[in-house]
């Protein structure tokens, strides 16, 4: 029964206030019995207890929480029930406490409450009706002719809001395709379902399709390639909407067409996070995640907002991102306590200040270096802060007794070719040495890629395409694994709820995927023909590039967790003086030359490999 008081809410506090009267007086004049009950002043007191019951009734049935814009048949039936309810009530109270009115007046002022009350409650939906006809009538925008994959409530969905010309959703339905036959021959508002997946090519040429809409949301993972595969063949503009049944009723009619992604064509299922596994060391804690601002980092602060978190402190040396993800956060979670601090983990002093104001219960640390040709070139600068920033994290966390601490490595870090990735094997070796003797739990989580991460090879290619090509590739036979963002950050979490110390996650990637075949979705993506309108070039190896990514070291095998997606190293543990003698020996190069710093790298990451840039250009 909680009112939130809007101004909107108290405008329908007032209106139906005014509804009762109205009622009463209307149907006590209707019935001819308006001069015999309102003949004195006692009956406005005996509708103020109307009023009062009519209120609380409303406020039962949410009448005062509902977007009206989208009232269906459902609200209609909860004001008939919240008017029928109050009048009954009230007709019991008012013949307890000794006054008698008749039962037609009753029934009468029930029908006419109903449509005052429910009458301006759907005048909404009338405006925000006319609003958006008025737009589609402004609107000159072409609609293309368009093949909807999917029957189902999806598909149906997106082909009624098409039918009535809805800006949010462009195109004209000529025809259906559905993989049940049942529904073959079958019209959905007025559009013929023509055939299955199969038939997709022969009906985009017999019908002049200019776009594809995938509609199909609960498909299985090898349902949705085999059908994106088809699509990407045809030379139509490639869409597709989420899944109506995962949407709020006050999102359904605003949900957009958007394009597809190679992350779509890459046909990950996705994960879900584990809130029981994760509310325990997250809810109602003070959660520190450096860098922050970053692509990994940020996706972090999102996904650990939903597990209701007492405050997250967002830390990162580049200001403007940290900014717009605390207002994207507020927006979204007033329950959550978002600080921003601005620093570098290279700065022990300002980061002692961040751990002593705050006091973190939890640590995920994502801030590093991570441009591996640039880290080639200031191999110095990546050993500060990949390394040493690390060990500046980790010793404050025991030093102010955080429960637990994740560290975010990456599969660059096994047998690494790169200054990048050896640095990151250091800050590895850094939590399994901690951990051995700290209370804190230490952990780390090693994955590949993420699609459309800062710097990652998607938003390169995209800006490539859009200028004409060509598309640069370094070699024609390497691979990556990847991921989504929120996929990899999801994961993380769950494997922090798992860590009791000392373990470095392996997350599932999946199968390797050639990144000369993610450039040619991409290409085709954007309707455009590979070689005809966008050229492929090879640029041959950067420095410390490796041609495929390993998860896995040599000698490292892995053990099973409660999660399919996460599996644990069992690689060999590194001693305390091992590790501590390579911090020191890394820390005194620090004020010599780059070769130094390389070749001392090489010594303390014995599974690193220099490698100069290595020409493979055809």
Known sequence: ????????????????????????????LLTGLAPELFGTHEIYFLLGAAVVVHLLSFSFFRLYNSLWEYASLDDALRITLAVSLST???????????????????????????????GVRLLF?????????????????????TLVVGAGETGSLAIQRMVSKDPLMPGSPIVAVDDNPEKRRLRIHGVPVLGSSDDIAQLVERFGIEQIVVAIPSASLDQRRRIYETCTQTSCQLRTLPNVRELRIDEIEDVKLREVDVADLLGREEVVLNTRMVCGYISGKTILVTGGGGSIGSELCRQICTVAPKRIV?????????????????SQYDDVEVQVEVGSICNEQRLRDV??????????????????????????????NNVFGTLNTVRLAMEYGVCRFIFISTDKAVNPTSVMGATKRMGEMIIQHYAQESKTVFAAVRFGNVLGSNGSVIPIFKRQIAEGGPVTVTHPDIER???????????????????????????????????????????????????????????GLRPGEKMYEELLMTEENTVPTKL???????????????????????????????????????????????????????
């Open 125 to 145: 939906r009338y405006m925000r009706t006319k609003r958006r006809e008025f737009d589609i009538s402004q609107s000159s925008q072409p609609r293309p002719r």
């Open 481 to 539: 694994f990847f991921m989504t963002i929120p996929e990899a950050s999801r994961l993380v979490i769950q494997a922090g709820g798992m860590a009791s110390g000392g373990e470095i996650f392996i997350l599932d990637m999946g199968d390797p995927v050639k990144i000369v075949d993610l450039a040619r979705s991409l290409i085709t993506l954007s309707g455009l023909r590979v070689d005809q309108d966008i050229r492929i070039e090879f640029t």
């Open 88 to 118: 009954l009530v009230t007709a019991v109270f008012l013949w307890l406490v000794g006054h008698w009115i008749p039962l037609r007046v009753y029934f009468g002022s029930l029908l006419l409450m109903v449509f005052f009350t429910g």
């Open 564 to 618: 399919a997606g996460i599996k644990i190293s069992t690689g060999r543990e590194v001693s305390y003086a091992e590790v501590d003698g390579k911090l020191s020996r890394l820390e005194a190069v620090l004020a010599g030359s780059d070769e130094e710093a390389i070749a001392v790298l090489q010594q303390a990451v014995p599974t690193y490999t220099y490698t100069a840039n290595i020409s493979c250009a055809k």
């Open 355 to 384: 751990f002593e104001r705050y006091r973190p219960s939890v640590v995920f640390h994502a801030a590093a270096h991570k441009h591996v040709p640039l880290m080639e070139m200031c191999p110095r600068e990546a050993i500060e």
């Open 314 to 330: 967002v830390f990162d040396i580049y200001e403007n991102d940290a900014y717009l993800l605390r207002n994207e956060l507020l």
């Open 1 to 28: 029964m909680d009112i939130y008081f809007t101004r909107r809410t108290v405008l329908l506090v007032f209106w139906d206030i005014a509804a009762t009267f109205a009622s009463y007086f209307l149907a006590a």
